[in-house]
């Protein structure tokens, strides 16, 4: 079965400063990746996915992830955080269920404030 | 853009009572999902639903849920006898299906008390 492990449950960054949020998985086959954002009271809002190709992929809002399969690892990351990135961030392994479907499942989250 | 919309967004109701959380998916997706986060912990997978038939479904997701697509623009779960650990945050996703990603709803808050 697959997993996801993220270490952070809480970082705290100065706005301006870069941010790395650590990601693990664990799965047999080659995985789908995903980051999913999610502001208090808000649903879960993706901000990248890998499926294939380019181990370098970037998401909107000006974040970007890299799949290392030698890590098992799928960091975000962003140059220069803004004050509204403050939120919570969720990693997600999808594994393949059948007919097309696939089954998604998430880290913890790590919770991210900004400080001005 | 397009979203998934969900209501209602907070539903309370007594331990006992049957619910029913409203989904609207994406026009054009074929595939869709409920997941549920209780206070504190993951996101936790309950079932996915294709061809008007359930594809895979968690252990979870067991003789008190069951969803239906009752029209072809809702999709429904429906929890009955709610228990107290029932309580959570309950989202609805759909996908175009292999290689495109989940559009999340922005979730039904689940009080029962």
């Known amino acids: 079965a697959q997993s996801v492990t993220q270490p952070d449950i809480h970082i705290t960054v100065s706005e301006g400063a870069s941010l790395e949020l650590r990601c693990n998985y664990s799965y047999g086959a080659t995985p789908y990746l995903f980051w999913y954002v999610q502001s208090p009271g808000q649903g879960l809002q993706l901000l990248l996915k890998y499926f294939s190709g380019d181990t370098l992929v970037q998401g909107i809002k000006g974040f970007e992830a890299e799949f290392k399969r030698s890590q098992s690892s799928f960091n975000l990351r962003k140059p220069s955080v803004h004050w509204s990135d403050a939120a919570e961030y969720f990693c997600?392994?999808?594994?393949?269920?059948?007919?097309?479907?696939?089954?998604?499942?998430f880290g913890k989250g790590t919770k991210l404030s900004v400080i001005p | 853009e397009p979203e998934v919309t969900q209501t209602p967004s907070h539903q309370v109701t007594q331990m006992g009572q049957e619910v029913i959380l409203r989904c609207v998916p994406i026009s054009n997706h074929l595939y869709f999902y409920w997941y549920r986060q209780i206070l504190g912990q993951k996101v936790e997978f309950l079932v996915s639903f294709y061809n008007n038939e359930i594809s895979e479904k968690s252990e979870i997701f067991d003789d008190q849920f069951s969803v239906e697509r009752p029209d072809g623009s809702n999709f429904t779960l429906k929890i009955r006898s709610t228990k107290l650990e029932d309580s959570a945050m309950y989202f609805c996703?759909?996908?175009?299906?292999?290689?495109?990603?989940?559009?999340f709803g922005n979730g039904t808050r689940l009080t029962v008390t």
């Open positions: 996703a759909s996908s175009e299906g292999i290689n495109s990603p989940l559009h």
């Open positions: 997600a392994v999808g594994a393949e269920s059948g007919a097309g479907s696939y089954q998604l499942t």
